[in-house]
């Protein structure tokens, strides 16, 4: 029911992928060799991203089928991450130093 006078805007999910507020830079890329679901660990070659396994670049900021082919999709180059929400094809605690040294920093805040 809405009251008079005012405008049911419908409802919000919260995003439990961001834990922070160190700045987000955020970039369209190109992602390739694979279905990614947000939150997602990329590695760099060849001027692509795709899943993570040794050497991590980037966050990926939205879920992106790039399995038949590649696809353009924004990802995070910097910024403040909730550990249950990130991915990637290896344990991603493994990853955190690795990550911090490029500006994102991974942190147990939130439930996923």
């Keep these: 029911m809405t009251v008079q006078g005012f405008k049911d805007l419908g409802t919000s999910t919260v995003d439990n992928l961001l834990a922070g507020e160190f700045p987000r830079v955020g970039i369209l890329a190109t992602i390739t060799g694979g279905s990614y679901e947000k939150g997602t660990i990329l590695s ?25 082919e590649d696809k353009q999709a924004v990802i995070y180059l910097t910024g403040e991450f909730n550990l249950s929400a990130l991915k990637a094809s290896v344990d991603v605690a493994t990853l955190t130093d690795k990550l911090r040294n490029k500006s994102i920093f991974v942190k147990s805040n939130q439930g996923a």
């Design 44 to 68: 760099k070659s060849d001027g692509k991203y795709t899943i993570c396994s040794t050497e991590p670049e980037a966050i990926l900021a939205e879920t992106v089928d790039a399995s038949a």
